[in-house]
């Protein structure tokens, strides 16, 4: 535990002792101060738009092949906020505050140039197991991406193993009329250095993008001293039917290539800024969204108030056990606000039917967004 705080390392210890008796969710479990962040997991679904000019291009793409192609550009582009964020922002990967029922996250990518605003909306639509639903949509370029996502953790001895579920489904309009659709599956993960207490993310195993045009993409992610020995790289092949239409390679946090590694450049997840996710003032929120709901939780992590943070949260969590009480005691559940549950998703069994990967569920549930509220068309 070299990057432990001295006083803190009797914790870590008993942390990581507590690791390997847990049962698949982690976000319920207490860990020592140093590796809270005071950010909700209803805020990470915002990595998807980062690069909302990429997400609006995608419709821009003449042929099927083009927009298969910027579909995988922008997803890649991704990686490297959904997954290397924490260690650039915090020094390490870290825990992320539990959502509860019913927290929302509203935020928006304001239109610079014309391609249009980007507008999210999050909730979380389950607390045990945690599920996040959001949907993301730049209207006036007629791309939308509706998903959910929930995580399924065991400890190795060394790292910490997460299966991702859920999936996301990207909606492209065109402009001549029709639709196409995209599933996009999510890649397994590894934290390494744990116990050294300095965690980072590794991606593994494959995930896919399926398109309704008959394009697939399939993208495999390797670590240190694989296919090109460097960490964070991956390699996908865009396939049409059977038929291999072209590959990718490099790594998901700097340069990728086309066609082999000495090809024209994919992507240089460097020379592209990242544009964070604009967000009401905490003043001008409702009291379910997620800044204001942890404000004081999170103002105790970033000052160092651990106890203050500790009471807040206490807070919360015994008045959402409360809730839960009161709900069973009459015979009631809490209503989701933008999202309706919907038992099968079609569309997924469909496109996920593709799919090489056996581990990929052949059918999964989904979270459909229920359209803007009058206030937000108002504001639009
Ligand atoms: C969806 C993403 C996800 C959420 C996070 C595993 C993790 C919770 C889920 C998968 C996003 O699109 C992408 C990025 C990071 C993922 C988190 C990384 C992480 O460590 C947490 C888990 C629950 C922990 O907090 C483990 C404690 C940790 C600090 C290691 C000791």
Do not use: C
């Given at each position: 535990?070299?990057?432990?705080?001295?006083?803190?390392?009797?914790?870590?210890?008993?942390?990581?002792?507590?690791?390997?008796?847990?049962?698949?969710?982690?976000?319920?479990?207490?860990?020592?101060?140093?590796?809270?962040?005071?950010?909700?997991?209803?805020?990470?679904?915002?990595?998807?738009?980062?690069?909302?000019?990429?997400?609006?291009?995608?419709?821009?793409?003449?042929?099927?092949?083009?927009?298969?192609?910027?579909?995988?550009?922008?997803?890649?582009?991704?990686?490297?906020?959904?997954?290397?964020?924490?260690?650039?922002?915090?020094?390490?990967?870290?825990?992320?505050l539990?959502?509860?029922?019913?927290?929302?996250?509203?935020?928006?990518?304001?239109?610079?140039?014309?391609?249009?605003?980007?507008?999210?909306?999050?909730?979380?639509?389950?607390?045990?197991?945690?599920?996040?639903?959001?949907?993301?949509?730049?209207?006036?370029?007629?791309?939308?991406?509706?998903?959910?996502?929930?995580?399924?953790?065991?400890?190795?001895?060394?790292?910490?193993?997460?299966?991702?579920?859920?999936?996301?489904?990207?909606?492209?309009?065109?402009?001549?009329?029709?639709?196409?659709?995209?599933?996009?599956?999510?890649?397994?993960?590894?934290?390494?250095?744990?116990?050294?207490?300095?965690?980072?993310?590794?991606?593994?195993?494959?995930?896919?993008?399926?398109?309704?045009?008959?394009?697939?993409?399939?993208?495999?992610?390797?670590?240190?001293?694989?296919?090109?020995?460097?960490?964070?790289?991956?390699?996908?092949?865009?396939?049409?039917?059977?038929?291999?239409?072209?590959?990718?390679?490099?790594?998901?946090?700097?340069?990728?290539?086309?066609?082999?590694?000495?090809?024209?450049?994919?992507?240089?997840?460097?020379?592209?800024?990242?544009?964070?996710?604009?967000?009401?003032?905490?003043?001008?929120?409702?009291?379910?969204?997620?800044?204001?709901?942890?404000?004081?939780v999170?103002?105790?992590?970033?000052?160092?108030?651990?106890?203050?943070a500790g009471k807040e949260k206490s807070l919360i969590e015994?008045?959402?056990?409360?809730?839960?009480?009161?709900?069973?005691?009459?015979?009631?559940?809490?209503?989701?606000?933008?999202?309706?549950?919907?038992?099968?998703?079609?569309?997924?069994?469909?496109?996920?039917?593709?799919?090489?990967?056996?581990?990929?569920?052949?059918?999964?549930?989904?979270?459909?967004?229920?359209?803007?509220?009058?206030?937000?068309?108002?504001?639009?």
């Amino acid at each position: 535990g070299a990057d432990v705080p001295q006083d803190q390392k009797a914790g870590w210890t008993s942390f990581i002792k507590s690791l390997a008796h847990m049962t698949g969710d982690l976000s319920s479990m207490t860990a020592p101060p140093f590796i809270l962040s005071p950010v909700s997991l209803t805020e990470f679904p915002a990595y998807w738009a980062e690069h909302p000019e990429q997400f609006a291009e995608i419709s821009q793409g003449t042929t099927e092949e083009e927009r298969m192609e910027r579909v995988l550009r922008w997803f890649i582009a991704t990686l490297k906020g959904q997954y290397t964020t924490r260690n650039e922002k915090m020094g390490s990967e870290k825990k992320p505050l539990n959502p509860v029922l019913g927290e929302l996250f509203y935020g928006k990518w304001p239109d610079t140039n014309g391609r249009g605003e980007t507008d999210l909306i999050v909730e979380q639509v389950s607390h045990h197991p945690p599920i996040t639903a959001y949907y993301i949509e730049n209207k006036k370029a007629g791309v939308a991406l509706q998903g959910h996502s929930g995580q399924k953790t065991s400890f190795t001895g060394t790292s910490i193993y997460v299966k991702q579920s859920g999936h996301a489904l990207l909606k492209v309009a065109l402009k001549a009329g029709g639709e196409e659709t995209y599933l996009i599956t999510l890649p397994k993960l590894r934290i390494e250095g744990i116990i050294w207490g300095s965690p980072y993310i590794e991606l593994t195993e494959t995930s896919a993008i399926v398109s309704s045009t008959g394009y697939s993409a399939h993208i495999e992610y390797k670590g240190k001293g694989y296919f090109s020995g460097k960490a964070h790289s991956f390699k996908a092949v865009l396939s049409r039917g059977s038929k291999t239409v072209q590959t990718y390679e490099g790594q998901w946090t700097g340069v990728s290539t086309i066609g082999g590694h000495k090809g024209p450049v994919f992507y240089d997840a460097d020379a592209v800024p990242k544009q964070e996710v604009t967000v009401k003032p905490v003043e001008e929120q409702g009291e379910w969204e997620s800044r204001r709901l942890w404000q004081k939780v999170a103002d105790g992590i970033r000052g160092g108030d651990y106890e203050t943070a500790g009471k807040e949260k206490s807070l919360i969590e015994n008045e959402q056990r409360q809730r839960r009480k009161d709900e069973a005691a009459a015979n009631t559940t809490w209503p989701l606000r933008r999202f309706t549950h919907i038992e099968e998703d079609p569309e997924y069994e469909q496109l996920a039917a593709v799919i090489h990967d056996k581990t990929q569920p052949t059918t999964e549930d989904a979270y459909v967004f229920k359209g803007y509220e009058e206030e937000e068309k108002a504001a639009a």
